[in-house]
């Protein structure tokens, strides 16, 4: 009984801060259900580095973390130094684009990453009373909303892969999310946001030595997960390096796998999986497999469960869209927009002429989806399976590994230049 109420309290809890979060703000990774849709209609459908700008401030430094946005703050991460030794977490007026307060902190060794990955790859998270930031091997920080430290864990390990860091934390509740990947030691835990305090703690299994698997192929993941609510129960879901996981957000217990990350090229996932109802749908990276699953149940539920696989896909960094059974997903290795039926795998159609690669996610209004590939130009589209219908593709002309966020009538949007606020004036 004890763990059913837990359970029926912390979805409350759930989707009382999510409510908070829901009227317009965009408070963590992929919004405020993680899961990049958001009831903010109204945006913007029409601008250019000229148009439409309601103001743009320079960051100093490209980094692949996406803005976040609550009340009338925005909160994005950055490095301060080329060497990623001095990692920060920036506050900026919504309205005016002006920084209130940058905090960093700092870490005394060069860590290794990837040039397409530059230090501050991570995106914040806020409850709207305190905004977490993880800086990987630096740690997990949490501040108040005037920049005040609450708490900070530095005592997590060291998180050292050849490509760098990218998960980003999510708030659920109570409780911080965090997928730690990738690296030697690879953990998804919860921490009470009032204290910082571990509260569950999951060590994955991890085959090879973080870098590359025993058959010498390249392994790891940088999937954020998503919150989910699996047969009335919270759970999050994530991509790890050989199989999707969902685990219970009070108790920390796995209640169920799928195998099929995994593929040819090695064992990598970059993009978050695609939940709606009981399908997932997931994709690996480096060109590896898609496949999807029904949620049913507890345990592994690859060999009863798995719908379909198909071994090769486009690259997948950016996540895509899950809507009505149909999955929408943006090519990184080739400039791509996919639709396809989430139940089947069954290609419904597929459009070659939309622009560069993507490396950001798709957002979505309720209306219109908006991805903006690394040139800075933002797509947008009308989600359908009958072909794509496209409403607009604006330019800001300036490179972006990033996810726009839907705020309170506006996007703001992350590029490796400047934080744009676009909108109506």
């Known amino acids: 009984m004890r763990v059913i109420v837990i359970r029926v309290v912390l979805c409350v809890v759930y989707m009382v801060a999510a409510g908070v979060c829901v009227a317009g703000d965009w408070p963590m990774f992929r919004g405020p259900h993680g899961n990049g849709i958001t009831n903010e209609p109204g945006t913007a459908t029409q601008w250019s580095a000229t148009e439409n700008v309601i103001w743009k401030t320079p960051l100093g ?60 790859g991570t995106t914040p998270a806020c409850d709207g009373k305190t905004v977490v930031v993880w800086h990987a091997s630096a740690g997990l920080f949490a501040y108040d909303l005037n920049g005040k430290l609450r708490w900070s864990r530095t005592d997590l390990g060291e998180f050292r892969h050849m490509w760098g860091y990218g998960a980003s934390p999510i708030i659920l509740g109570d409780r911080v999310i965090l997928h730690s990947g990738p690296g030697k030691r690879v953990f998804v835990a919860a921490f009470e946001i009032a204290t910082g305090k571990t509260l569950w703690n999951h060590d994955e ?17 940088w999937a954020t997960p998503v919150p989910f609510l699996h047969e009335g129960r919270q759970v999050v879901v994530c991509s790890m390096a050989k199989r999707v996981c969902a685990w219970d957000v009070a108790s920390g217990k796995v209640v169920w796998t799928c195998d099929g990350i995994a593929g040819p090229k090695g064992d990598l996932a970059y993009s978050s999986p695609l939940c709606e109802k009981d399908l997932c749908v997931a994709n690996a990276g480096y060109n590896g497999p898609a496949f999807a699953f029904r949620m049913i149940g ?64 798709i957002s979505f209004n309720g209306k219109l989806a908006y991805a903006t590939d690394q040139k800075g130009t933002t797509l947008v589209f009308e989600p359908s399976r009958d072909g794509l219908k496209q409403v607009a593709a604006n330019k800001l002309d300036e490179p972006c590994n990033t996810t726009p966020a839907l705020a309170n009538g506006r996007i703001y949007i992350r590029t490796d230049n400047n934080l744009w606020c676009i909108g109506s004036k």
Not at 205 to 221: A, C, D, F, K, L
Not at 312 to 320: A, E, F, L, W, Y
Not at 325 to 336: H, L, M, Q, T
Not at 342 to 355: E, H, N, Q, S
Request: glycine share 16%; hydrophobic share 25%; charged share 20%.
């Open 205 to 221: 299994p991890i085959e090879g030595n973080g870098e590359t698997n025993p058959g010498g192929q390249y392994m790891g993941s």
């Open 61 to 120: 430094r490209p980094g692949n973390g996406s803005p976040i946005v609550v009340g009338n703050k925005v909160f994005e991460s950055l490095a301060d130094d080329d060497e990623g030794k001095q990692r920060s977490l920036i506050c900026l007026d919504a309205q005016t684009g002006q920084q209130l307060w940058s905090r960093t902190e700092s870490y005394s060794e060069k860590m290794p990453t990837h040039q397409t990955n530059p230090y501050g």
């Open 298 to 361: 507890t345990g592994d539920l690859t060999s009863q469960y798995r719908l379909w696989r198909n071994e090769q896909n486009p690259q997948s960094i950016g996540t895509g869209l899950l809507r009505d059974g149909i999955a929408y997903r943006i090519g990184a290795g080739a400039a791509v927009l996919e639709c396809i039926e989430g139940a089947t795998g069954k290609l419904l159609w597929r459009d070659r002429g939309v622009g560069v690669n993507y490396w950001g996610s």
